[in-house]
């Protein structure tokens, strides 16, 4: 996704971000053989992958079994059209995880795996970071931290998001009020929404055919800087 010189020297971009995470995963991964762990991992990732990818997001960050995605960076994209793919995408990642754990079943995963997810969009620094012969394309700043709580904040197999999403995307999809979430960092709590399976998104889980969406930054919506 983008071509060198563009991605050496970090610069302030608005993007939009999503974190993804399997919910308990260590402790289920505990009672299974670890070829059969990773057998589960490569699948997830995989599809996660192809699904963030198909819409033109770049995924550029694994932690075990969680990951960050990034749309528009590095190719620039419009934030409406960011959103559009992102929530998109997201909504085709919760599809596609239920029926990978569905057909886990025959490797040892009694129990449904599902996933949570966070997205967020906002002015971070984007660019390569790290050192000397070791660097990743990522976003950094507090538009990146709001997201990752947002995930971590969401219940097994939800999307949750920003208050911001939600006033962009309400003609678009159907959304349920969480609340409000304190966020490390962050002086005021972020109003937050559930994106449900709206009546309003096609029924297809390919991201390119079920996205519809904007979102806007819950940095933004509540006032803080980018």
């Known amino acids: 996704q983008g071509d060198a010189a563009r991605i050496e020297a970090p610069e302030r971009r608005r993007v939009t971000i999503l974190f993804c995470d399997i919910v308990g995963f260590t402790a289920i991964a505990d009672r299974v053989d670890p070829e059969v762990t990773t057998r589960v991992l490569s699948d997830y990732l995989s ?13 550029n960050e694994f932690a ?15 934030e409406a059209e960011q959103v559009r793919r992102s929530l998109g995408a997201a909504h085709a990642m919760q599809a596609r995880m ?17 996933v949570r997810i966070g997205v967020n969009t906002g002015q971070v620094s984007v660019g390569s ?15 990146t931290n709001i997201a990752a709580r947002l995930q971590e904040a969401a219940e097994p197999g939800e999307v949750l998001i920003s208050e911001t999403t939600y006033a962009l995307a ?3 999809a159907e959304c349920a009020p969480r609340g409000a979430i304190q966020c490390k960092g962050v002086h005021v709590p972020v109003q937050v929404y559930v994106l449900q399976a709206p009546s309003k998104m096609p029924a297809s889980t390919e991201p390119q055919d079920s996205s519809v969406f904007y979102e806007g930054g819950a940095a933004d919506a509540q006032g803080i800087p980018g």
Not at 47 to 59: K, N
Not at 64 to 78: I, S, T
Not at 129 to 143: D, W
């Open 47 to 59: 599809a996660m992958a192809e699904l963030v990818e198909a819409p033109g997001g770049t995924l």
């Open 64 to 78: 075990g079994d969680g990951f960050m995605a990034l749309f528009g960076a590095p190719e620039e994209v419009a």
């Open 98 to 114: 239920r029926a990978l754990s569905e057909a886990w079943r025959v490797l040892g995963f009694s129990e449904p795996l599902t």
């Open 129 to 143: 970071y790290g050192s000397h012969g070791r660097m990743t394309y990522t976003a950094v700043g507090l538009v």
């Open 170 to 172: 309400r003609d678009q």
